[in-house]
């Protein structure tokens, strides 16, 4: 019924960056997190933890702090000195501000949301006022000796806590002056020479001040005394970072082997009001530095420098062993990295700085299912384009053809024409691309490679005429008829040249008609947030993935659901389908098969015949092994519309080549692992 | 042997006026009595301690700006004590003065090197300038003029001794690197000089000395690691002309290259003197260490590092060391008895017996080599005296009497010579055991065949000896040393074993090592094993499981007699040694013949039992060199059937045994097929994990149905 020849290609290095810190807004249910690189990423708890948003890095910015503040802004702050406003809309940096306190390591939005506490290597507490469109400086607390690591708002809004080295303070807001002095003992094992950074603190209702710092312990502390009230070690190296969930009753600390701890405060004994903090959970979901963690309402989360973002659930606050109670982990973006040159072969990877063109290989025999063919010609390193300056690339595209290649940073949009000819590839950039006003956020190439899609802010897709030889002309612009103000993300292009469908942040899909130039209509609105949009080559049906699993087939000439997708909405999908752990990615169809379109995950990919009735609950979803032993006809009594292979795994980017072959591309996860530095040194038993 | 007992410190150096602990104490001189010691530092002090008590009795200090230049000493005959300060000022005091300053004073004309009091006479003066009074002499008047004897010599060290009631005193001097000797006779005054052979690389570092028999013994510790001996006849009643000293190299105790530095020389007695200094060969770090060197076997006794470093003196009173360790003063105990050829080497087995010891057990070979004693010894001696023609060197090798011994003289002839050597001296043994029904030295025996240098062919009639004696012990020996015993041999071996009973085996000191991990050697050996952990698939139920003719009853019989040695420890050991020896099956099978139904019948007996015992551990074999392994259990098993297989087929008593073998085995071999199916499900296992590594690109086929 299908067979392929599969490209498994392996050599895609890429290499996620690793979690920094991470700042979880319970209003929004929005974690944002930033990346050692500069990269700024928001998931949607609500949206099935779908990574809905994405700031490239930048050389440059190195993020030591996040936080949400004034309802859904979000700040960042770090080690260069600037307090920046991200724009989560148009997808960038609003503004950036100098705190003229050197390098800044933490920062807190105080519990109203209008002022923010910046921690600065010089000593200092700086607050800054939140306006309506910027922030400003309001004043310093008094200057201290010893960089401010870390700082937490008391809930009162009156107090805050602030970790250095070696000690503890609390300042009086009102009067600015630090009104305790905290000596945080050095020496827990090891040196006493070493100092003790005090990585993270938090300051509780009751008073109570938490710290983790870098000898491994977490203490409590009574700010009003200044006195110790409990010591916990919990590693041999450094504990990191810590969180309390909104009720106070429980408090996540992550260290520097790797590992996760949770506080409870339990009553001492049962039915007692008295209770105490007592380490209840140890989590090894992290083989390096635990740099961020946060509490959500129902789990914990912590992201680390092995570049995972690990989402814990927490039984005792879930309803039995649903879907929600799964632990995640994230490792890979829900973004395209890859594009691929459906009628040449090549395959375009997008890495922060720079694009590696590489052709396919080739192999001249034929096998049965499960044969490693001979390679007659190896895959090829064709290019690698560096792009300048500071700033990481956002998105990129080859044209089906190859011929054209386009990238863009926040501030550029970059055009390439390519020329592969036996062997030898030259290069040349498209002289005068019209500068964007704003970043693209998704690029396409449309089937015939006479155009660049370009996505942007507003909800607006940019028409660029690709030229040749080597050429382009003026920008046109289409803009959806609602006036949205969010940045356009995914694209797709129909074969025939007739149809473009743009998803944005406000998950809104239009389809515009490309030959009248205009809005076509726009796709009813689902609450969830699109992953993946692809326009059948015969048909023009709109197939669009939700991060909820849900699959959707719109046509876009009648401007309506098909009667598949209907189908599909009142049979319901296949409760494994609905309880996958990442979003499709992306989305493509086999010309010679109409009925059938192709999706991926990261751990499976799969084909999605129409023609085939759809599993219920009853039938298992994974039945191809089952499959293969039975009979020809037996086969067609129990085959369903999902065929799922999950041999190539975790899968980055699949698509099918005009020839009918496969490509495949994998990242294991060994590989990334390896590329790491080498984690805390620990003891493991039986070693 | 000499030794090193208990060290404890006496007490602190501090580093005082203008000298640290680093360089040392001006001098430590006995007491009053043994116990005492009186200690004087470089400063203004002299401190007299109780030695056991390691406390301070008395401190005496000089003024403040007043030093002590001449350690204090003891006059045993007042039981005064006597001190130098300030090079020429002479101080006598007694326990219960407490100033020095109010005590007797008398000021000389010459500067004073030291003060040298020995038992029964009065206390000697030595002048920097060489003359020597008695302290009588000296108070009687103070201010008499006192001779330049040597020139511009400069003392290095100086001993006095009584000698025939004759206070002796001998110093050495140096002077532009040449070393001269005097030995200064009181009364009546006579003064030899002597001066010591030059050396060119080499200088003294420390000097000690003493008499016996009018003869002084001079021993110079070199630079070169080296003790040189002088002597020097005390009879000379006349003064005559500078003597060159002819030295004799005494002791050698560091390899060339290695420079002693800092190191003082103590004689213990006639054989021992302790060294202590401190070793400098380039590459490695200078260690500094105190050892006992014995000069009659040149070997060294027992050493003793001391890693804080030390000042480079060394004292010794009464089987004590005093030295100076870090910034303590630390005394070690020592123990030297008199040595000889057997305490060197280790044979002297009682140490701890009284004084008496060295002499009973030293053994003259000068009269026993005369004589024809009954004794194995001598009738050893004599025996390898008879071969001794054969060879050249065996003529030095036969008053030795021990292994040992034999070993240490042949340490530095080749080995072959050693191993030809040990090999004429059995033959000749064996041959006179052959010869003289009574004659059998297995003691002798024994050791030689742990030298472990023999084999059967050096030696082809010894085993026979000891079969005829019945020797298990030697035999043992013979079949576990001997890489060549024939099969003949190794058969009647067996023979031998397996027909000697379990009671007379009893007392021989057959080596049980090989038996111990499997026979409870202990003499009660009821214990219930019933409890023991089986494991490796063996269990008797398993056994039993398609025999259900036998009954229930008599199951608790049958484990017995399974989990039971059928034979003794020390039987079991004599043929664990057989089971260990080398055999080709072709020529061991005729032999195996000779064996008799009975003895066939224990010995499988023995066999399952070593093979269930086998079986039972997870390792499949004993621990321990000696045990027999599963394999050479098999092999012997296969061997005695193929030998007997008729006859043991034909005895009622072995169908027992056949049966119970046969399903033991049985079982085994259906355990180990079911250990195959799991190894070959694991190998699918590997293969199909080995297959997941496809390097970075590859084409595949995949079909989706």
Same mark, same amino acid.
């Given at each position: ?75 960042? =702050? ?161 504990? &990191? ?8 009753? +429980? ?94 072969? &090549? ?30 010609? =190896? ?7 560096? +792009? ?55 690029? &396409? ?36 008829? +609602? ?94 389908? &609905? ?61 369903? =519309? ?46 | ?43 203004? @002090? ?44 002479? !101080? ?144 000379? !009643? %006349? ?88 910034? %303590? ?6 123990? /030297? ?7 060197? *080497? ?10 008496? !010891? ?23 001696? %004599?025996?390898?005296?008879? #071969? ?41 043994? %064996?041959?006179? /055991?052959?010869? #003289? ?21 050096? /030696? ?9 004696? @019945? ?47 499997? $026979?409870? $050697? ?5 214990? #219930? ?82 093979? $269930?015992? /086998? ?33 043991? *087929? ?36 590997? !293969? ?10 590859? $084409? ?6």
């Amino acid at each position: 019924m299908g067979e392929f020849q599969v490209h498994r290609v392996r050599f895609f290095a890429y290499m996620p960056a690793g979690i920094r810190c991470v700042a979880h807004s319970a209003r929004s249910a929005r974690l944002a997190l930033a990346r050692t690189d500069g990269a700024l990423e928001v998931y949607n708890f609500a949206a099935n933890y779908f990574q809905e948003k994405g700031i490239p890095g930048h050389e440059t910015r190195s993020t030591e702090a996040l936080c949400w503040a004034a309802g859904d802004r979000l700040f960042g =702050a770090g080690l260069g000195g600037d307090i920046s406003e991200y724009d989560l809309e148009k997808l960038r940096v609003k503004y950036s501000l100098d705190g003229f306190g050197g390098p800044i390591w933490s920062m807190a939005a105080d519990p109203s949301g209008t002022q923010l506490a910046v921690g600065c290597e010089d000593g200092s507490v700086k607050l800054f006022q939140v306006l309506p469109d910027k922030i400003q400086f309001e004043r310093s607390l008094d200057r201290q000796k010893g960089r401010v690591m870390s700082l937490s708002w008391h809930p009162s809004g009156t107090r805050i806590a602030v970790g250095s080295i070696d000690l503890l303070r609390v300042f009086d807001v009102k009067s600015g002056h630090a009104i305790q002095r905290i000596l945080v003992d050095r020496r827990l094992q090891g040196l006493y020479s070493c100092e003790c950074v005090v990585w993270s603190v938090a300051f509780l209702s009751d008073g109570t001040i938490v710290s983790s710092d870098s000898v491994g312990k977490v203490q409590f502390w009574d700010s009003e005394k200044g006195t110790l009230l409990e010591t916990h070690p919990v590693s041999s190296s450094a504990a &990191l970072c810590l969180a309390v969930s909104e009720e106070e009753d +429980s408090i996540v600390v992550g260290t520097s082997e790797g590992a996760v701890y949770q506080f409870q405060l339990l009553p001492v004994k049962w039915g007692s009001a008295e209770s105490k903090w007592v380490r209840t959970k140890p989590f090894q979901h992290h083989t390096h530095d635990v740099r961020a963690v946060a509490h959500s309402a129902t789990a914990l989360i912590s992201g680390g420098l092995d570049a995972q973002l690990v989402i814990r659930p927490l039984m005792e606050k879930m309803h039995g062993k649903g879907y929600d109670a799964a632990l995640r982990k994230f490792t890979f973006p829900h973004r395209r990295l890859v594009s691929c040159a459906k009628k040449a072969g &090549l395959l375009l990877f997008q890495f922060p700085q720079h694009l590696e063109l590489w052709r396919l290989g080739a192999t001249s025999s034929a096998g049965k299912d499960g044969d490693i063919l001979p390679v007659s010609r =190896a895959p090829e390193h064709l290019l690698q384009l560096k +792009s300048k300056g500071p700033e990481h690339i956002c998105c990129s595209c080859i044209s089906l053809c190859g011929s054209w290649i386009a990238y863009s940073t926040a501030s550029r949009l970059h055009l390439h024409r390519v020329h592969v000819e036996n062997g030898s590839v030259s290069v040349k950039r498209v002289p005068k691309v019209p500068k964007l006003l704003c970043s693209a956020h998704q690029l &396409l190439c449309s089937a015939d490679s006479t155009s660049l899609f370009v996505a942007s802010d507003q909800g607006a897709v940019h028409v660029l005429k690709l030229l040749e030889p080597g050429g382009c002309g003026p920008l046109q612009t289409l803009r959806p008829n +609602s006036g949205s103000p969010e940045a356009v993300y995914l694209l797709a292009a129909s074969a025939d040249g007739d149809w473009l469908a743009a998803a944005g942040g406000d998950w809104e899909v239009n389809v515009y008609s490309l030959r009248h130039f205009k809005p076509h209509c726009t796709v009813p609105a689902y609450h969830c947030a699109v992953t993946a949009l692809a326009i059948h080559p015969v048909t023009n049906n709109l197939v669009i993935t939700h991060s909820d699993q849900q699959v959707f087939e719109f046509s876009i000439p009648d401007r309506e659901y098909t009667t598949w997708s209907r189908k599909v909405q009142q049979h319901g999908l296949h409760r494994g389908w &609905l309880e996958r752990d990442t979003p499709i990615t992306h989305i493509t169809f086999n010309p010679n098969q109409p009925a059938h379109i192709l999706l991926h995950d990261t751990h499976m990919f799969c084909i999605l015949d129409k023609s085939l009735p759809l599993p219920d609950d009853a039938t298992p979803l994974m039945n191809q092994t089952a499959l293969k032993q039975l009979s020809e006809k037996a086969r067609r009594g129990h085959a369903h =519309a999902f065929k799922i292979c999950k041999k190539y795994q975790p899968l980055l980017f699949v698509d099918l080549l005009e020839e009918g072959s496969l490509v495949v591309v994998e990242r294991p996860l060994m590989d990334i692992k390896t590329q790491l530095p080498p984690p805390v040194q620990q003891k493991k038993f039986g070693t | 042997m000499a030794a090193l007992c208990e060290e404890f410190t006496l007490c602190g150096l501090i580093a005082s006026a203008g000298a640290g602990a680093g360089q040392g104490i001006l001098g430590l001189e006995p007491g009053p009595d043994p116990d005492r010691v009186l200690l004087t530092d470089r400063g203004r @002090t002299a401190t007299l301690y109780k030695v056991s008590d390691q406390k301070p009795l008395g401190c005496w200090s000089v003024k403040q700006d007043q030093t002590i230049t001449c350690p204090a000493v003891c006059n045993f005959e007042t039981g005064e004590y006597i001190a130098v300060h300030d090079d020429k000022v002479l !101080r006598i005091w007694k326990d219960e003065d407490v100033n020095l300053d109010k005590v007797f004073r008398a000021t000389l004309t010459a500067d004073v090197y030291r003060i040298h009091s020995v038992p029964h006479t009065e206390p000697l003066v030595l002048f920097k300038g060489g003359a020597v009074r008695t302290l009588d002499a000296l108070l009687a008047a103070p201010q008499q003029e006192i001779e330049n004897v040597i020139s511009d010599e400069v003392i290095r060290w100086s001993e006095a001794f009584m000698e025939t009631q004759q206070p002796v005193l001998i110093f050495t001097t140096e002077k532009n690197g040449n070393y001269f000797v005097y030995v200064q006779k009181v009364n009546p005054n006579i003064l030899h000089k002597y001066k010591l052979e030059q050396e060119e690389s080499f200088h003294p570092l420390s000097f000690t000395a003493y008499t016996k028999n009018k003869i002084l013994t001079l021993l110079c510790l070199y630079s070169n690691g080296c003790v040189y001996k002088l002597l020097m006849s005390l009879q000379q !009643r %006349v003064p005559e002309e500078e003597q060159i000293l002819s030295k004799s190299l005494l002791l050698k105790m560091v390899v060339s290259d290695t420079v002693l530095k800092g190191a003082s020389l103590a004689i213990l007695d006639k054989d021992h003197v302790a060294v202590l200094g401190c070793l400098d060969s380039p590459p490695n770090i200078a260690k500094e260490c105190l050892s006992i060197w014995n000069t009659k076997f040149q070997t060294l006794q027992t050493s003793k590092e001391l890693p804080q470093g030390t000042s480079g003196q060394l004292w010794c009173y009464g089987e004590k060391f005093f030295l100076t360790h870090g910034k %303590v003063l630390t005394v070690i105990v020592y123990k /030297c008895e008199t040595s000889s050829l057997a305490t060197a *080497v280790g044979k002297l087995k009682d140490t701890q017996t009284s004084g008496m !010891r060295t002499v009973s057990s030293y053994v003259n070979w000068n009269t026993l080599q005369e004589e024809d004693l009954a004794s194995p010894h001598a009738q050893q001696s %004599v025996a390898a005296k008879t #071969e001794s023609k054969r060879t050249v060197s065996f003529r030095d090798v036969f008053p030795l009497l021990s292994l040992q011994e034999l070993r240490q003289f042949l340490s530095n002839a080749q080995m072959s010579d050693f191993q030809a050597t040990v090999g004429y001296i059995i033959t000749g043994l %064996v041959n006179r /055991c052959k010869t #003289e029904p009574t004659f059998y030295p297995r003691h002798c025996l024994v050791q030689l065949i742990q030298t472990q240098g023999l084999s059967y062919s050096l /030696c082809p009639d010894l085993m026979a000896v000891a079969l005829d004696k @019945t020797d298990v012990h030697l035999l043992q020996l013979c079949l576990q040393q001997f890489p060549d015993v024939p099969e003949a041999v190794t058969c009647a071996c067996l023979k031998s074993f397996l027909s000697i009973s379990d009671d007379s085996l009893q007392g021989t000191n057959v080596n049980l090592d090989s038996v111990i991990s499997f $026979i409870d $050697i202990t003499p009660n050996d009821q214990v #219930e094993k019933q409890t023991e952990t089986v494991q490796n698939g063996f269990s008797s139920a398993l056994m039993e499981e398609d025999s259900c003719d036998i009954q229930l009853t008599q199951k608790p019989h049958v484990v017995d007699t399974e989990e039971l040695c059928p034979v003794g420890p020390q039987k079991a050991a004599l043929l664990n040694a057989i089971l260990h020896s080398a055999y080709s099956e072709t020529f061991l099978l005729p032999h195996l013949k000779d064996l008799s139904a009975q003895q066939v019948i224990l010995f499988l007996r023995y066999l399952q039992f070593l093979y $269930i015992k /086998c079986s039972e551990k997870v390792s499949t074999d004993f621990p321990g060199m000696l045990s027999p392994t599963i394999n050479q259990i098999m092999d012997w098993m296969c061997l005695l059937l193929d030998a007997h297989f008729t006859v043991v *087929v034909m005895l009622p008593e072995a169908k027992g045994l056949l049966f119970s073998l046969h399903k033991f085995v049985r079982a085994q071999v259906r355990f180990c097929s079911e250990l195959n199916k799991i190894e070959g499900s694991l190998q699918e296992l590997q !293969r199909i994990k080995h297959q997941k590594d496809f390097g970075l690109y590859s $084409i595949e086929m995949l079909e989706l149905v």
